[in-house]
């Protein structure tokens, strides 16, 4: 089973360091590259209050992409649910399908930044936004297959779709351009991952955060298949999983590790992602490769010698190598979109990692 390529962009940058509007050039210039380099997909975050994920409309961004990618699926990584009204999201969604004439899949999610949450009015201990989540998903597909005039009335919405009118042509009429829809993918970020389980009962595509050592991934597959059993259903092939990953390739292992501590990465973890998950419980738990190793032990150094992909080409091939071979085998390994500084040097690491690494590991 080939590798294939996916890009995931937050995106992250270091708040107060570049106007706004610069860092979405910054963003639609990097994925343009990417679809150049063969990348297969891309997923685009959304966030609201998130000073570092500065992208609330990735649909706006997707649609400016379409022009500037020839072959790169686009696609939302994710929509989160509790931000929208099902209606106007059938209708974007499908509208966004459209204009790509299919290049699209569509990542779906409750959110789990906690000022977006609260914006959206839930309560950070409550499970509402889950809930709300899964009925809200549900409904945009029911609209999509079988509209039915009638009131769509529940604890978080309420709208209505009208009797056709066919001398006048007023109906609901929208449908994606992919039939009944585009491939739905969500993401798992817990080793025994109810939104994966649920991946595999409903035939969705499952992907895998960054952040976990591979004893977690292994729990999350055994999540989708536990899914499709209890749904009756035969497990998915690996080839769906996506499996996010930092990497970094520099001329030497020496010299892509210093870039990678010092550097977008270390500087994205030390400052931001370090910092939020410690304010939630059990969460640097999780980037652990043994359980008994105390919180501060979680350093930079650790991330880059047991999670991150950093090194030559050559050593990033074997870690890859070795990723698959620990997991039981994945699809797509998606890398996370860091700010590009230097630029020829993050330019150059893909670069390699496309045109060298990858087409090496056909093999596995």
Avoid at 333 to 357: A, D, M, Y
């Amino acid at each position: 089973m080939s590798i294939l390529l996916g890009d995931f962009t937050m995106p992250l940058h270091r708040p107060g360091m570049s106007a706004w509007s610069d860092t979405l050039d910054m963003d639609i210039e990097r994925l343009s590259m990417l679809d150049e380099l063969g990348y297969s997909e891309t997923w685009l975050g959304e966030h609201y209050t998130s000073r570092w994920e500065n992208i609330p409309a990735p649909d706006l961004i997707i649609a400016r992409l379409i022009p500037e990618t020839r072959t790169m699926k686009l696609c939302t990584g994710v929509t989160c649910m509790p931000n929208h009204n099902p209606f106007h999201l059938a209708h974007r969604i499908a509208q966004l399908d459209q204009m790509l004439k299919g290049r699209f899949m569509w990542g779906v999610g409750p959110g789990g930044f906690p000022g977006d949450i609260q914006a959206a009015g839930f309560d950070l201990d409550s499970t509402d936004h889950r809930k709300m989540t899964s009925e809200a998903i549900d409904t945009v597909l029911k609209l999509w297959d079988k509209p039915d005039p009638g009131r769509y009335k529940n604890e978080f919405w309420d709208f209505t779709i009208t009797e056709p009118l066919e001398d006048i042509g007023m109906s609901f009429h929208i449908k994606p351009y992919q039939n009944p829809h585009p491939p739905i993918a969500v993401a798992g970020s817990r080793p025994d991952s109810k939104t994966l389980e649920m991946a595999g009962k409903r035939g969705w595509i499952p992907m895998s955060i960054n952040f976990l050592p591979t004893a977690a991934l292994k729990s999350q597959w055994l999540s989708v298949e536990k899914g499709a059993r209890d749904a009756g259903k035969e497990p998915p092939s690996r080839s769906s999983w996506r499996i996010a990953r930092d990497v970094l390739i520099g001329d030497t292992t020496k010299e892509a590790r210093k870039e990678a501590i010092e550097g977008s990465i270390g500087v994205a973890y030390e400052e931001y992602f370090l910092r939020i998950l410690s304010k939630i419980p059990g969460r640097i738990q999780q980037l652990k490769i043994d359980p008994e190793m105390p919180d501060r032990d979680v350093t930079l150094e650790y991330l880059a010698d047991n999670i991150w992909l950093v090194g030559s080409a050559d050593e990033v091939e074997e870690k890859i190598r070795q990723l698959y071979a620990e997991v039981g085998g994945f699809g797509y390994l998606v890398t996370i979109g860091h700010e590009w500084n230097p630029k020829e040097f993050w330019q150059n690491s893909h670069e390699v990692l496309s045109k060298e690494v990858i087409p090496r590991l056909s093999n596995l």
